[in-house]
């Protein structure tokens, strides 16, 4: 069950992988809580990376689901709420 707001976002970050290195996320929208991808990852639920996010820094993110193209990652820990207004204003998807 969620209970963060998701916003809309266009908003392309670099990963750290153990595996496959350095990726890049095309991130379609973001919570305090987590965030969805576009594009198919070669990774399985339960995989750890390490985001690069502008703005708020270096955050570990778990694979949750993926599915058609798509994914949903939970976020180690909570983005502060002026953490995530500021990057929601920076990127946010055009309506």
Partial sequence: ???????PVDLVVTAEHRRLGEI??????????GFMVQGDLDLQRGERLEVH?????RID???VWSHDGRAGFQLERVLRGEDLR??????????
């Fill in 1 to 7: 069950m969620r209970y963060a707001s998701r916003f």
């Fill in 24 to 33: 890049t996320l095309d991130i379609q929208n973001i919570s305090a809580q």
């Fill in 53 to 57: 996010f502008p703005l708020v820094g």
């Fill in 61 to 63: 993110a778990l694979l």
């Fill in 86 to 95: 500021r990057l929601v204003r920076q990127f946010q998807a055009a309506a």
